[in-house]
């Protein structure tokens, strides 16, 4: 099946600082990946959809400067959350759509945890 | 803009019953998927089933069916046979056809009782 990793599972970083969030499809060509966020007991958010070789599209009310995304090639996609802050602290997602269907395959997830 | 609905914050059911969880919709297209994913403790979303709007069919995967009623925009899940494993929570998902984004609904956490 397909599978999309992320890359770290876990950062904790001081605020002010910038951290980078890589996610890789392992096993098919993704022109399209999602960035999401997801809050304690909720559901997941859309902050922006990842093109490869083009810029990202933002969800309404995202700060697009502060929350950097790369889809340098058809496989990797990157979030730079740039002088983070503790309300940036969350779990944040990413998937990729394969070329061939419509489902999203979903990576295991990035704890930011910002002191 | 569409919406998804599930309305069961929580359920519980018995090992080995059947249940079933709830979830509507609202669309503006003719063309569109639904999808189950299912979020267990570990926090890595897995797509449970999809079903294309075109298709009369319920789609089925093994022990899980939906029962799809597209004029009255219903898309409920149906486990049978529940085991341990199915704890999770449960997100039902819409997406346009030609629109690539998952519009989410707020979950049903399941909880599977021994």
């Known amino acids: 099946g397909a599978v999309v990793s992320q890359h770290p599972s876990w950062v904790i970083c001081k605020s002010g600082t910038s951290v980078k969030i890589e996610c890789r499809s392992l096993?098919?060509?993704?022109?399209?990946m999602f960035w999401y966020r997801q809050f304690p007991k909720q559901s997941l958010m859309l902050m922006a959809t990842s093109n490869e070789g083009s810029k990202a599209t933002y969800e309404q009310g995202v700060e697009k400067d502060k929350f950097l995304i790369n889809h340098a090639s058809l496989t990797l996609s990157t979030l730079t959350v740039t002088s983070a802050h503790p309300e940036d602290s969350s779990f944040y997602i990413c998937?990729?759509?394969?070329?061939?269907?419509?489902?999203?395959?979903f990576g295991p997830g990035t704890r930011l945890t910002v002191t | 803009a569409q919406t998804v609905t599930q309305s069961q914050p929580e359920m519980s059911v018995q090992e080995a019953e059947t249940v079933t969880l709830s979830c509507t919709y609202d669309t503006s297209e003719s063309n569109y998927y639904l999808f189950w994913y299912k979020q267990p403790p570990s926090r890595q979303m897995i797509l449970v089933i999809r079903q294309e709007a075109y298709k009369q069919q319920n789609a089925t995967e093994n022990r899980f069916s939906v029962n799809f009623q597209k004029a009255a925009k219903s898309f409920s899940l149906k486990i049978s046979d529940s085991q341990l494993g199915d704890t999770a929570m449960y997100f039902c998902?819409?997406?346009?056809?030609?629109?690539?984004?998952?519009?989410f609904g707020t979950g049903t956490r399941l909880t599977i009782i021994p």
């Open positions: 998937s990729a759509r394969d070329r061939a269907y419509y489902e999203q395959y």
């Open positions: 998902a819409l997406a346009n056809f030609g629109n690539e984004k998952l519009t």
């Open positions: 096993d098919f060509q993704a022109t399209t």
